[in-house]
């Protein structure tokens, strides 16, 4: 939920849920996850239902968690996204099935539980959950106060929730132009360019890479399609394993590419750690 995944979940517009019966007033689409999920949950748990519309079991599910969270008066936050409409979130928390809840809180998940369950193990599941983050988030169960954002990120977060990639990476290269050194600028500077160049890639690449592992803008592409599909580990082996087999030219241009997806994430990420432990390895 950090680095590039970030950002993947704004490759097209967020489609807004439909269907007859959908939560409303918890309604959660990939324009406004950030807000209501990330950030909200700096402030107390937020409770994500991934439900179906095809599925009464999840929506009678949610309807539920609904009713508690009203019971509740404000200890906790309710997040329904409709599945079908926002399948860049359900890849991002890897959901293997729907229904699926899971809990966030200090913008990492928690604890979930997968499949319809009665309400007396739901209240259960929601009172350890309010209990393990007791006292260990910002909030105290009342609505966060609005945030005073730098009017140049929300130019760019509402230029990407609308699609407008160009716009949005013009609003951080201005950002970038009058204040060179800004991390947060060039961060999301960097999500958006890989983000841009993998969306126009076949995900195709990855079986002639597979076929032919001396084709170096196959591996390169493929990597990338994988990154963007949530698999950063095979990304990483993948030019890994280029540089091991490579020399000169081929092989600096693989360690480059592998050094700017690092890039995207948090450094102290666990497999970044790893991978670049193997390239160290693979050089040397």
Do not use: C
């Not at 539980?113 to 350890?128: I, S």
């Amino acid at each position: 939920m950090s680095g590039a995944v970030d950002l993947s979940g704004l490759k097209q517009p967020a489609a807004a849920p439909g269907g007859a019966g959908a939560p409303g007033d918890h309604s959660v689409t990939e324009a406004d996850f950030e807000t209501k999920v990330i950030r909200r949950s700096m402030q107390v748990p937020v409770v994500v239902a991934l439900y179906s519309q095809r599925s009464p079991g999840s929506v009678e599910l949610v309807r539920t968690l609904e009713r508690l969270n009203a019971d509740d008066r404000g200890a906790w936050d309710l997040a329904a996204i409709e599945a079908e409409a926002n399948m860049n979130i359900v890849q991002a928390l890897r959901v293997q099935g729907i229904p699926t809840v899971i809990a966030v809180a200090g913008g990492q998940p928690l604890a979930d539980f997968e499949g319809a369950q009665p309400e007396p193990q739901v209240r259960q599941w929601l009172d350890a959950v309010v209990e393990a983050t007791a006292g260990k988030l910002e909030g105290n169960g009342a609505q966060a106060e609005p945030e005073n954002d730098d009017p140049r990120f929300v130019a760019a977060e509402n230029a990407l929730a609308e699609g407008d990639i160009a716009g949005a990476e013009a609003a951080y290269e201005a950002i970038l132009a009058e204040e060179p050194n800004n991390a947060e600028a060039k961060a999301a500077l960097r999500q958006l360019r890989f983000l841009t160049r993998a969306q126009q890639i076949d995900p195709g690449v990855v079986a002639t890479a597979d076929a032919d592992p001396g084709d170096l803008d196959a591996a390169l592409d493929a990597a990338d399609v994988e990154l963007l599909e949530q698999r950063p580990e095979a990304a990483f082996d993948r030019i890994i394993a280029v540089v091991k087999r490579t020399a000169g030219d081929d092989r600096d241009r693989a360690r480059t590419r592998l050094l700017e997806l690092f890039e995207l994430f948090d450094q102290a990420e666990p497999f970044v750690i790893a991978a670049r432990r193997k390239l160290a390895a693979a050089l040397y």
